[in-house]
């Protein structure tokens, strides 16, 4: 080979490796663009911020028409559409999909059989079972084609109907229940920043009236103005008379009347740590359910939601510890039954048992018939047959009852009844136990006709 072909080959290979490395160059930058675009359009860069952010977070929808869907992919039906800037809560990833809590105007179905309304307010109803499944709802699929199951309830449960109770179908539509979740594509988010918790707002006391917002509420007590005693009191009635309560420390006096009261700091930290104590409880209950029916005690956990329930400062956790006590009410009452039907088989059990002992009592009492241990006519069971397992024959006395149950004790003994069935016969052998049956049973070693006594033969002797 020559050196000038030697020094072409030479080039054309670097050429050709240049080449390849350029191509793959260009592919990872090209997928480390997309990647890096997806996450810009989901979190947003800078010193004050994660590129994973904290879940959950707020996202904001960055186009017109955006399908939110049952389920993690483009197969699951949508249930609905939304356009920018409308926003979401987002509490997860799942590949290239978030998590989202159902947004306004969304809702689920159930089956109406599993569901007992309320008849004071038909809006609210209870749920009559357990694992009772809800489907995620789109109003262009009907309750039944709706294939994407979104939570499950159990007794006790509560749900919020939508349509009137007496709407036609199967199926009550009714707000999403709070594990309900949907589906939006992570490319149409923008992340707007993590969920500031909100502090709890005590309710205003009974009695009192609500303030401009754009009033600012003192916490201090002012005197009201003097009156002139001699002069005849001016009264508005559009004004309701003052009472004779004074005003607490906590609420603000404005030309004699009492405004709205400013709940001190001490009340909402209490109502906000009962509330995270009600939250934890919750879990606890959720991980008792998970024992055997037998082990589970709910106990401590009832005596700790009683006691916040009562508390006057508890503010919204009230609603919570009443929500957990009727769970707990349904739990216990399923665990009840369960303990009553094992309690009704173990008297069963022991019946069962009393019945044997006696029968064997007045066994003994009957008086020696011989070689025989019983006598009486055979013929094959209908119930134990060889087709279960344990062909058996009866015996009978003359008036057609069963008194007994008999096995042979072998193959021989068995072809011995070929000419017997039907037959009175007597049998030699021993009583065995049969614990499921308290009619005895009896495995013969030998079986004899027995002639039948005539009114001749019984005269004759």
């Known amino acids: 080979m020559s050196h000038f072909e030697r020094k072409r080959r030479t080039f054309l290979g670097d050429a050709k490796m240049t080449s390849r490395n350029n191509i793959l160059i260009i592919v990872l930058v090209w997928i480390a663009s997309c990647g890096w675009a997806q996450n810009d359009t989901l979190v947003k860069t800078g010193q004050d911020q994660e590129k994973t952010p904290q879940m959950p977070y707020i996202a904001e929808v960055t186009g017109q028409d955006i399908y939110v869907r049952s389920g993690a992919g483009t197969a699951y039906y949508f249930t609905t559409k939304l356009n920018a800037p409308t926003r ?8 290239s999909w978030a998590v989202i809590l159902p947004p306004e105007g969304s809702f689920s179905w ?13 809006k609210i109803g209870t749920v009559t079972g357990d694992n009772v499944r809800i489907w995620a709802g789109a109003e262009k699929i009907a309750p039944a084609n709706s294939s994407s199951m979104q939570a499950k309830l159990n007794t006790g449960d509560f749900v919020q109907l939508i349509d009137p109770a007496d709407a036609e179908g199967d199926y009550y539509k009714i707000q999403p229940p709070i594990s309900a979740r949907l589906y939006i594509s992570r490319e149409y988010l923008k992340y707007i920043g993590p969920i500031k918790a909100e502090p709890v707002v005590l309710p205003p006391r009974p009695g009192t009236e609500k303030t401009d917002s754009s009033t600012p509420v003192t916490t201090e007590k002012t005197t009201p103005p003097k009156v002139d005693v001699t002069q005849p009191e001016k009264t508005d009635s559009s004004i309701p008379p003052k009472t004779e309560d004074t005003p607490t420390a906590t609420e603000t006096v404005t030309n004699g009347e009492q405004t709205t009261p400013v709940p001190e700091i001490g009340d909402l930290a209490l109502a906000k740590k009962l509330a995270v104590q009600c939250t934890e409880i919750g879990e606890q209950i959720t991980k008792e359910l998970e024992k055997p029916l037998a082990e589970q005690d709910y106990t401590t956990f009832k005596e700790a939601l009683t006691e916040i329930a009562n508390n006057p400062n508890a503010g919204a956790a009230k609603t919570y510890a ?21 309690n009704i088989e173990n008297e069963l059990k022991k019946a ?15 008086p020696d018939r011989g070689k025989f241990i019983l006598q009486g006519t055979i013929r094959p069971s209908s119930i134990y047959t060889a087709k279960t397992g344990q062909k058996r024959y009866t015996i009978t006395n003359d008036a057609g009852r ?12 068995e072809l011995s009844l070929t000419n017997l069935i039907g037959q009175k016969v007597g049998l030699v052998g021993t009583i065995v136990q049969d614990p499921n049956n308290p009619v005895t049973l009896i ?3 030998q079986v004899e006709p027995v002639p039948i006594k005539t009114e001749s033969t019984a005269t004759k002797k």
């Open 88 to 95: 979401v809560t987002v509490v997860d990833h799942k590949f």
């Open 110 to 122: 159930i089956y109406k059989n599993y569901v007992k309304l309320d008849p004071s307010n038909p």
């Open 322 to 342: 009443d929500f957990y006590l009727q769970r707990i009410a349904a739990y216990e009452l399923v665990k009840k039954t369960s303990d009553d039907l094992t």
């Open 352 to 366: 069962r048992q009393k019945i044997q002992q006696e029968f064997q009592s007045k066994l003994q009492e009957v």
């Open 402 to 413: 069963i008194i007994a149950y008999a096995v042979p004790a072998d193959r021989l003994v």
């Open 443 to 445: 495995q013969f070693t």
